[in-house]
């Protein structure tokens, strides 16, 4: 069964203080591991896709990479506009249609 | 170029009763997934839908059910409402043929059973 761990469960950042979040995974076989951005009450907003380890995308302050086991999500000098819950989601290799198995998301709070 | 758009917004049922929600999918899009989403959860895969057959199913009652149209659009049904069904439901829309297979979700609707 494919999981997702993700770490931690809420975060509060000082403006411009810089961290990662973490997503542990097991799947049997990655077909890609997606990052989604979520705002309260909204749907998730797509951020980034990784396919294989080593492989990383940047996107503004946020920098996502990937290992076999594992992906961060590195958020540099962070804005309050970057307060939201980030989502780490898999997608198998043997999920003929694709289909996302989500984390519990890290909440990040950027105080002012 | 819209997104996936979804509807109503907002619903309250009754339990025992049964709802239908909607969702359009980002225009190009011909995979439509439904996911519920619980109060500090993450979203949980209902099932998904393709060439208007369900193609795959998550863990879900046969409650819940399904449909897709032939213009990609589709609905997902529940009966027999629970108090536990109250959730964000969101649909995600992507294209089967893309390398990526990215989903593109709506903004959800928020279901109160009562």
């Known amino acids: 069964e494919d999981q997702v761990t993700q770490s931690p469960e809420a975060l509060r950042l000082q403006e411009g203080e810089s961290s990662s979040l973490n997503c542990s995974y097991t799947v049997s076989g990655l077909r890609g591991l997606f990052w989604y951005r979520q705002d309260p009450g909204k749907g998730p907003e797509f951020l980034f896709t990784?396919?294989?380890a080593g492989e990383e995308k940047e996107k503004e302050r946020l920098k996502a990479t990937l290992t076999k086991k594992e992906s961060f999500l590195h958020i540099t000098a962070p804005k309050p506009e970057d307060s939201a819950t980030y989502l780490c989601a898999v997608q198998a290799m043997n999920s003929g249609y694709s289909t996302l198995t989500f984390g519990k998301g890290t909440m990040l709070l950027v105080s002012p | 170029d819209a997104g996936v758009t979804q509807s109503p917004t907002h619903l309250i049922k009754t339990r025992g009763q049964q709802v239908t929600l909607r969702c359009s999918p980002k225009?190009?899009?011909?995979?439509v997934s439904w996911y519920q989403q619980a109060l500090g959860q993450g979203p949980q895969f209902i099932f998904q839908y393709y060439e208007e057959e369900e193609r795959q199913r998550g863990n879900f009652p046969d409650r819940f059910s399904g449909h897709q149209f032939p213009n990609y659009s589709s609905e997902l049904n529940v009966n027999a409402l629970l108090l536990g069904d109250s959730a964000l439901y969101l649909c995600?829309?992507?294209?089967?043929?893309?390398?990526?297979?990215?989903?593109?979700f709506g903004p959800g609707t928020r279901l109160t059973v009562t």
């Open positions: 995600a829309s992507s294209l089967v043929r893309s390398p990526g297979h990215e989903q593109y």
């Open positions: 225009s190009g899009h011909d995979t």
């Open positions: 990784l396919y294989s």
